[in-house]
T-cell receptor
Framework: SAVISQKPSRDICQRGTSLTIQCQVD?????MFWYRQQPGQSLTLIAT?????????ESGFVIDKFPISRPNLTFSTLTVSNMSPEDSSIYLCSAEGNTEAFFGQGTRLTVV | GENVEQHPSTLSVQEGDSAVIKCTYSDSASNYFPWYKQELGKRPQLIIDIRSNVGEKKDQRIAVTLNKTAKHFSLHITETQPEDSAVYFCAASKRDSSYKLIFGSGTRLLVRP
């Protein structure tokens, strides 16, 4: 099974600023994903992070707002840009292992 | 794209009773259906999964059934215990292509001692 370390675990940010969230996997994985989870809600897929190419974004999410990097098979970052209070949420990364998907512990973001 | 619906949104059972959570999916090409348990403030953890070539799978007190024709699958927890209290999410994906998980809306399960 894969172990994913995600940081920061939480942050409080001023509106208009940006935050970059990092995920490190302890083994090489082909597929990584970024999700958003509003308090008390389900997980919504933001994008698929592809190694060596641009991320693939889901409907309602755009690269200018959520730029993603995937420099190698063990690491990815998600940036939440020009934040507003509506971006307050939990952001989770996920990696696809051989038999199942694993999740990071999440980043609880509060925008004030 | 895929759409997953989950019911009920909340479920309260007496300790020792059974709990059943149901999900339907829209994309007939989906072939992998995991169930995740999420405790408060924690990451989702896989508890059981089923692939489209199987109709039922069991793991101790937990079982999942899949009806491909009707495009629905269910989670069954028997002999519930207070530590089963959590939010449960179903999901669907195409495991041989995109691998992305589309989640249901979640079920908050409360097991009363």
């Amino acid at each position: 099974s894969a172990v994913i370390s995600q940081k920061p675990s939480r942050d409080i940010c001023q509106r208009g600023t940006s935050l970059t969230i990092q995920c490190q996997v302890d083994s090489q994985v082909t597929m990584m994903f970024w999700y958003r989870q509003q308090p008390g809600q389900s997980l919504t897929l933001i994008a698929t992070a592809n190694q060596g190419s641009e991320a693939t974004y889901e409907s309602g999410f755009v690269i200018d707002k959520f730029p993603i990097s995937r420099p190698n098979l063990t690491f990815s970052t998600l940036t939440v840009s020009n934040m507003s209070p509506e971006d307050s949420s939990i952001y989770l990364c996920s990696a696809e292992g051989n038999t199942e998907a694993f999740f990071g512990q999440g980043t609880r973001l509060t925008v004030v | 794209g895929e759409n997953v619906e989950q019911h009920p949104s909340t479920l309260s059972v007496q300790e020792g009773d059974s709990a059943v959570i149901k999900c339907t999916y829209s994309d007939s090409a989906s072939n992998y259906f995991p169930w995740y348990k999420q405790e408060l403030g924690k990451r989702p953890q896989l508890i059981i999964d089923i692939r489209s070539n199987v109709g039922e799978k069991k793991d101790q007190r937990i079982a999942v059934t899949l009806n491909k024709t009707a495009k629905h699958f269910s989670l069954h927890i028997t002999e519930t215990q207070p530590e089963d209290s959590a939010v449960y999410f179903c999901a669907a994906s195409k495991r041989d292509s995109s691998y992305k998980l589309i989640f249901g809306s979640g079920t908050r399960l409360l097991v009363r001692p």
